[in-house]
């Protein structure tokens, strides 16, 4: 066996100013370009809608503006507000909404203060009342708020929103093209997504600072910290060998297979960033393993092994609620919009399919798209148990670092729960944990810094700190829900606005968008446009909670670009990978995944149907 040479990678380029010049024309141009009208309207419903609708609110609930009121009226006000912009119009959805649900949204508040407002609207609204009032406000935002009816104030700001969202899309173009063509470093371009959102006025200097320091960032970092203790260690060599030893022949299609058959269904129940760090070390130790003297390097067989794992992690998401934060979005929508409730197991059994089905079809394309020279993992295996043995038994680091990942994994799947029981006190997040456990390994004498320093791949890192930012900014300017509206009003005329071709589009378009941002913010951003058009052509139907868990799944497509989705950052932190590979299954595979959940609806999905409502 050869050890493999430290290789050259993408972060050794320089930049090519001859095909960056062209996103940078791009970007220019879009900018000096006439807002459209559809941009300026967004972008006015975005910075001042939330203003003027809490200022109608308190004015029909307590006869007062919002600039008079009491502050528990405010309070309540603004509670209606957001509860409106997420599709929650009843009294009882309002009711249901505690002290926690405000502070995530942001609305300041004190318990006195929030008492006083839940207790008004309980006793003194009745359910027909505050859906009139809702009904009002939803009017006011999307139909009746005019440009030319706002103070100087309120124009100057609804021109900085629809600025906002036209530097978004400019930004799209020039991001979307520099990882495509890698024409500058790709930790690179995550920096200049920043620089170019503060220079352009977006965000400040102190919000974009705290934009790269977020919660998925430090996942990242804390995941790829924990697989170089588990190289170090050696316990990667041992889960390998447990996993793949029973294999009578351990060539690379098999290998390739359990993987899928592995890491797919746990992805449903597990956080696929963890999975996609779990695997990455075995699947780097199976090719430096296969490589000979014959055959030094393998490009095509790193790529498909790296390629593997991050299709079997997006692949898997869709399964249960638990795979992703877009399931529980669409689930809340679905039931905050129109009271239709997707259970548990429900969801599984309408969902899960689609996973079953999709392992072996990105099972064989993978195999179709990637050639490996070498094709039996024989030499890896018999190499893995010649060390394992030349280890003995499990000494003492090997058993701390297993016993602070099972440590970090327990966290991971209970900081939620715990957190909403009252047993923590503060909510820590995956990425803190993740963080404490890389610190743990330190404390315990697993690794040193140096391991980390050279070990870790800090330019992934700061890749998907860029992608953090990049997609918030779609979400929060709402050029996201723009760009979803532009595309459902272009192609309503021709004939695409109900039944089966509603659906496709919805679920294409949210399949390109969470390319390009996170999947949870990539299903809010179309979810309530499909929904509200699903309830208008097909009311009361099936058709309302299959476009909920056909968006949620489509959200999950995200195979084509390395900051769609963790899994692809934390894979090309192994340094094997280049933008394209992506492209090579995921583009086929992104047709193949909107085929199939549509199929899904048409067959299986009307052939159950839900519940008693009726098909469509």
């Known amino acids: 066996m050869v050890q493999e040479k430290k290789k050259a990678t993408g972060y050794d380029k320089y930049v090519n100013w001859k095909l960056l010049i062209i996103p940078v024309v791009l970007f220019v141009t879009i900018l000096i370009l006439p807002t459209p009208q559809g941009m300026k309207k967004v972008g006015m ?11 109608y609110i308190s004015q029909q609930v307590f006869g007062t503006s919002s600039s008079d009121g009491a502050q528990w009226q405010i309070l309540a006000a603004r509670m209606m507000e957001q509860n409106m912009r997420m599709g929650a119009l009843t009294k009882a959805r309002f009711l249901k909404r505690d002290e926690k649900w405000a502070k995530k949204y942001k609305i300041p508040l004190d318990s006195a203060n929030f008492k006083k407002a839940h207790e008004y609207v309980k ?19 999307q139909k009746r708020l005019a440009y030319e009816d706002l103070s100087d104030k309120d124009k100057k700001n609804a021109d900085t929103g629809a600025w906002k969202i036209k530097v978004a899309i400019a930004m799209v173009v020039f991001v979307v093209f520099c990882f495509m063509t890698e024409c500058m470093p790709l930790p690179g371009v995550a920096f200049s997504i920043g620089l170019i959102l503060v220079f352009t006025g977006v965000v400040t200097r102190s919000e974009v600072a705290g934009l790269y320091w977020d919660d998925a960032c430090w996942f990242i970092m804390g995941s790829l910290m924990f697989a170089a203790a ?10 390998c ?24 269904p746990l992805a449903a129940f597990i956080s696929d960033h963890a999975l996609a760090a779990m695997f990455l070390p075995i699947g780097m130790l199976l090719y430096q393993n296969s490589l000979t003297d014959e055959v030094p390097e393998d490009k095509e067989l790193a790529k498909m092994l790296m390629i593997t794992i991050a299709m ?3 692949i898997g998401g869709p399964g249960a609620p638990s795979g992703g934060a877009r399931n529980v979005i669409m689930m809340t929508y679905l039931t905050d919009m129109f009271g239709m409730d997707i259970g548990y197991a429900q969801w599984i059994l309408y969902c899960m399919p689609f996973v079953i089905f999709m392992i072996p079809l990105t099972w064989i394309a993978t195999n179709m798209f990637f050639k490996p020279r070498i094709r039996s993992l024989a030499p890896a295996m018999k190499h893995l148990e010649s060390e394992i043995g030349k280890m003995g038994a499990w000494n003492r680091h090997q058993i701390w670092a297993m016993v602070i990942f099972a440590i970090m994994v327990f966290g991971w799947f209970t900081e939620k729960e715990f957190y909403n029981l009252g047993i923590y006190p503060i909510r820590l997040g995956i990425g803190v944990i993740a963080v404490g456990g890389a610190v743990a390994y330190l404390l315990a004498g697993v690794v040193n810094w140096r391991d980390y320093q050279e070990k870790v791949d800090w330019g992934v890192v700061w890749l998907y700190a860029g992608a953090i930012i990049f997609g918030r900014t779609l979400d929060k300017t709402g050029a996201a829900y723009w760009l979803a509206q532009s595309v459902i009003d ?7 606005s109900e039944g089966i071709p509603l ?15 996170a999947d949870g913010p990539a299903a809010a951003a179309v979810g309530p446009i499909t929904l509200n058009m699903a309830s208008i052509v097909h009311p009361g139907t099936t058709f309302l909670p299959f476009m909920a868990m056909a968006t949620a799944v489509a ?3 995200a195979y084509c670009l390395i900051i769609g989705t963790p899994p692809n950052a934390i894979v090309y932190a192994s340094g094997y990978l280049e933008p394209k590979d992506y492209l090579r299954v995921g583009i086929p595979m992104w047709f193949v995944a909107n085929i199939m959940i549509v199929i899904l609806t048409a067959v299986y999905w009307t052939g159950i149907g839900f519940n008693n409502l009726p098909g469509f």
Request: charged share 15%.
């Open 490 to 496: 272009m192609l309503a005329p021709l004939g695409m």
């Open 555 to 557: 959200s999950s497509f």
């Open 241 to 264: 060998l447990l996993m793949f030893k029973k294999l009578a022949v351990p060539n690379v299609r098999w290998i390739t297979l359990i993987f899928f058959i592995v890491i797919s």
């Open 230 to 239: 588990f190289v170090k260690t050696g316990v990667d060599k041992r889960m």
């Open 123 to 141: 006793a003194n609204l009745s359910d027909e009342d505050y859906l009139k009032i809702m009904n009002g406000a939803f009017d006011l935002r």
């Open 45 to 55: 419903q975005y910075s001042v809608g939330p203003k003027v609708v809490t200022n």
């Open 503 to 517: 659906m496709l589009t919805s679920n294409g378009l949210t399949a390109v968008l969470t390319n390009l941002m």
């Open 312 to 314: 079997a992690c997006n």
